[in-house]
């Protein structure tokens, strides 16, 4: 008898249509091209910040179209926090803490990573004046 | 107790006359309580003495039944007929090559758990003969989790990163060396750097983490490379800083 192993071929270019979770994970790590957005429009306002009183009320008057905020609500509060939960969620997994012979639970370390967000978002508006 | 008739679709592969595999229907009258595996013993006592495929144990410990199960990687001993619908598609691990039928090669991931040196180094004297390496309950539960594994697999087969790169060390061998790097009677840490920090070992993974999610055992080998990394980033920062690294 010989052997003859058979090798499934595997595409480069839609393996992440095989399965549910795949195609979770590449949303996931779209996202990124929102976190670079954001960093990108973090720049743009910085700089019309430093030009000019004119720069920075054009800067905060095109950001206050009805596309622009349908755009930020989407980008946030959907594609943002698809990233911001599941990360947070597997913070425990990456960063484990034992405390003598016991592990810490995993929701005690997630809910800080909550905690620590909320106070520091606070924080941010506090110093915008929001607050 | 009364029969459910299921239509089990097996990916078959005979290498001596197939030139790819295809699938073939067993109805198969199962009892309540039967796992997939009951079905496919089944199948090779009153059907088709053909078949083959591997097992051994029938409770979750020699890790031999792993079997893609409509599409999931599970050990198939532990994988319940009832909990399933009447169409169950059998095929073999995904991600390996197809010795025949059910069975994969497993050549290659043998290799790599060999590669990671998965055993105790030692850097000095062994103890007198009346001492002993001390662990403590503390120290243990630190990797105890990742003695569980039992090499089915199924993680190899859920994951994409090995499906695309098999060079990628992959999960269970990445998890079995984090075990030893863990273990605080263990000195080979700096030996099994070279190969874990290489491109293919830790930095391959993209933390998809299906390779836990499918885990029969909850080693959760996800968890253990996302350790590895920042472990790796440390040293990394230890050594530019001129920090003495690892007792290892």
């Not at chain 1, 990573?113 to 909320?118: C, I, L, R, T």
């Not at chain 2, 099994?192 to 959760?220: N, Q």
Request: aromatic share 12%; net charge negative; hydrophobic share 40%.
């Amino acid at each position: 008898m010989s052997r003859n192993p058979y090798v499934r071929p595997v595409s480069t270019t839609t393996w992440y249509m095989r399965h549910g979770r795949y195609k979770v994970y590449v949303l996931r790590e779209l996202t990124s091209f929102l976190v670079m957005f954001y960093s990108f429009l973090t720049l743009v306002g910085l700089s019309a910040l430093a030009a000019s009183a004119e720069r920075w009320d054009a800067f905060l008057a095109s950001q206050q179209g009805t596309g622009m905020m349908v755009f930020h609500a989407v980008a946030l509060f959907y594609f943002l926090f698809f990233q911001t939960f599941p990360w947070f969620k597997l913070a425990p997994k990456a960063m484990p803490v034992q405390v003598g012979e016991k592990k810490v639970p995993d929701n005690t370390i997630i809910i800080g990573h909550y905690v620590a967000w909320a106070v520091l978002s606070l924080f941010i508006f506090w110093l915008a004046g929001v607050l | 107790m009364g029969t459910r008739n299921i239509e089990l679709e097996v990916m078959r592969y005979d290498p001596e006359k197939d030139k790819e595999p295809w699938f073939q229907t067993y109805t198969v009258p199962c009892l309540e309580d039967w796992v997939i595996l009951d079905a496919i013993n089944y199948v090779k006592d009153n059907l088709d003495t053909t078949l083959a495929y591997r097992w051994s144990c029938h409770m979750m410990v020699c890790g031999s039944c792993g079997m893609m199960v409509n599409g999931e990687p599970v050990l198939t001993c532990k994988t319940f007929v009832r909990e399933l619908p009447d169409k169950v598609r059998i095929e073999p691990l995904e991600n390996f090559p197809i010795e025949r039928d059910l069975v994969v090669v497993l050549d290659d991931v043998m290799q790599k758990l060999h590669q990671v040196q998965p055993y105790i180094i030692r850097k000095d004297d062994p103890p007198a003969e009346d001492q002993e390496y001390i662990q403590t309950r503390g120290s243990l539960a630190k990797f105890k989790q990742l003695t569980m594994c039992i090499n089915c697999m199924c993680c190899y087969a859920a994951c994409p990163q090995y499906a695309l790169n098999k060079d990628f060390i992959g999960p269970a061998a990445l998890a079995l060396a984090h075990r030893y790097n863990r273990d605080n009677r263990d000195q080979g840490k700096s030996d099994r750097l070279d190969i874990l920090a290489d491109h293919d070992g830790v930095w391959d993974c993209s933390f998809v983490g299906a390779c836990s999610e499918v885990c029969p055992k909850h080693v959760d080998p996800a968890a253990a490379i996302q350790q590895m990394k920042v472990d790796g980033a440390v040293e990394f920062w230890k050594q530019k800083m001129g920090i003495p690294g690892d007792k290892s």
